[in-house]
């Protein structure tokens, strides 16, 4: 985005008329009203699997049942089972105490208008009568699309820590063509596996949201000399989308898509500060309406601070783990809030993605055109080569630019980050691990009366505490170890307390840079 300045003739002001220059006024209200408007979609589907009839879920959102729906066809009708769910915590009600599970391959199909969609599968992989939650084993495709592939989500509930869970897609439905989502189970050894789905979301999205405009540049992609299109024949699965420095917000406070976005707290690396909430009016642009991001995006953020000294020696870090062999499209969001702050040069920063320079001099006055005028930059990058499996940290860094700019500083706003598919069509990751806990059974089973069950609890909690001491014992060997090497070799170790996490990437092993490189020779 080029930053312009317009320039009026005073003479052309001096003739204007009262009334025509009240009509300018009037058009240019309108004109920053209609960029400041919510998008409305053109289609809007919720669908609650396994239910009937209509019901409201607790933010207001209105749901539909699957059951005799006129939103979605669904073959074959007589395998499927709508079922309830066995509810083992705290968990919304609608669309996740109800499922639609079959252990053959089953299709929802929605008649729907052409272009690109918001897709969401929502899923408690709770237990269901007569159904083992860790045998649901299933993969799931749209038309030439692989979404998910051997997917387990009670693993992936497991190592997010989370009872239920929201994968969310964007797919293109050409003209005269239906969306076709079609579930099926994956092939076990014992042949008990099933599918299952609590809530499918159709939402339509505006064509330039996140794929390339017709006649624009392209992505910078990271460490090549071209540009990349995101073209509608591409798919993509949201990976992260993150309100920086402040809090969650629930799909009815976004700009018209019901899109969630989280805190960053889980991925920010420590140090800046928060500033607070920014008061100003956000005035959107035709280059950033507002449904890019709600304000409240926006009026938060992370600063590096009014410590030069720490500024120039630190950086701004968030680490967010994503599956290698993918490219992944990076989307910053910008916007000075800060009223002290309104000419170029006045806040310039170094942004580094994956350890890449991409932008030297990021200033959101150039980005954007002034103060509180949001703006966005995206990049794009590939990790690792097609192909190769497991997790790596894509890391998000920012610098301050001493010398060149009078806040020695750098800020941020949000980060969303996007998967697109391979060249086979696929969006699907690996399964996180297994957790080390071990579940005995399904709940109606683990209830025992009378002396046994007290016994059966006095071993467990025996075996417990006794893995625990093992553990601290090897944890404090190992630093009493690493603090006898450093005093021989004649350096200090840094013992940085860290956040605890529940994430599955925290049990895998993680690739460095270096180490990606070095494999896949890229």
Request: glycine share 8%; charged share 15%; hydrophobic share 40%.
């Amino acid at each position: 985005m080029k930053y312009r300045r317009q320039h009026k003739s005073l003479f052309c002001i001096s003739i204007l008329s009262p009334f025509y220059f009240l009509l300018l006024q009037c058009f240019s209200t309108v004109t920053a009203s209609n960029y400041a408007a919510t998008y409305n979609p053109t289609d809007n589907i919720a669908l609650d699997c396994g239910s009937s009839g209509n019901s409201t879920a607790s933010d207001g959102r209105a749901w539909t049942g699957d059951i005799g729906s006129i939103l979605a066809t669904l073959q074959p009708l007589d395998t499927t089972i709508a079922a309830r769910a066995i509810r083992q915590g705290p968990v919304e009600g609608i669309p996740y105490l109800t499922a639609r599970m079959s252990s053959s391959q089953f299709t929802y199909t929605f008649l729907v208008s052409a272009g690109l969609k918001f897709v969401r599968l929502y899923f408690y992989p709770s237990w269901y009568p007569g159904f083992d939650r860790s045998k649901a084993l299933f993969s799931v495709k749209s038309g030439p699309f692989t979404l998910l592939s051997n997917f387990r989500a009670d693993l992936v509930a497991d190592s997010l820590g989370l009872e239920y869970f929201v994968r969310e897609f964007c797919i293109n439905v050409e003209e005269n063509q239906l969306l076709n989502l079609t579930f099926s189970p994956s092939p076990s050894s014992s042949n008990d596996s099933y599918a299952f789905v609590n809530g499918i979301e159709i939402v339509s999205m505006p064509h330039n949201l996140y794929y390339t405009p017709a006649g624009a540049d392209g992505i910078p992609f990271i460490g090549q000399t071209y540009f990349y299109e995101i073209e509608n024949i591409t798919a993509l699965e949201t990976m992260y989308r993150l309100d920086v420095g402040g809090h969650s917000i629930s799909p009815t406070g976004d700009s018209g898509m019901f899109r969630f976005w989280s805190d960053d707290n889980q991925f920010f690396m420590g140090g800046g500060v928060i500033p607070d909430k920014a008061n100003s009016t956000i005035k959107y642009t035709k280059e950033t309406p507002a449904y890019i991001a709600p304000a409240e995006v926006y009026q938060t953020s992370r600063s590096m601070g009014p410590n030069k000294t720490w500024n120039m020696r630190n950086n701004l870090t968030w680490v967010l783990p994503v599956d290698l062999g993918f490219r992944y499209l990076v989307r910053l969001h910008l916007c000075e809030t800060n009223r002290a702050i309104t000419q170029v040069s006045d806040r310039q920063f170094i942004i580094y993605i994956d350890g890449e320079m991409v932008d030297e001099a990021a200033d959101a006055i150039i980005w954007s055109g002034g103060n509180s005028i949001p703006a966005y930059r995206d990049y794009l990058a590939m990790i690792g080569f097609e192909g190769t499996q497991g997790k790596y940290n894509l890391s998000i860094d920012l610098h301050s630019r001493a010398g060149f700019s009078v806040y020695v500083d750098a800020v941020l706003n949000g980060i969303e980050i996007f998967k697109l598919n391979s060249t086979t069509g696929s969006l699907a990751g690996p399964n996180p691990e297994p957790p080390k806990t071990i579940f005995l059974t399904e709940p109606s089973q683990l209830t025992i009366k009378g002396s046994s069950n007290k016994k059966t609890t006095f071993i467990a909690v025996g075996v417990i505490v006794t893995v625990g001491l093992v553990l601290l014992s090897l944890r404090l060997y190992t630093m009493f170890r690493l603090q006898r090497e450093s005093k021989d070799h004649g350096y200090k170790l840094k013992f940085t307390e860290t956040k605890a996490s529940l994430l599955p990437w925290e049990v895998c092993h993680q690739f460095s840079k270096a180490e990606t490189k070095e494999v896949t020779h890229v």
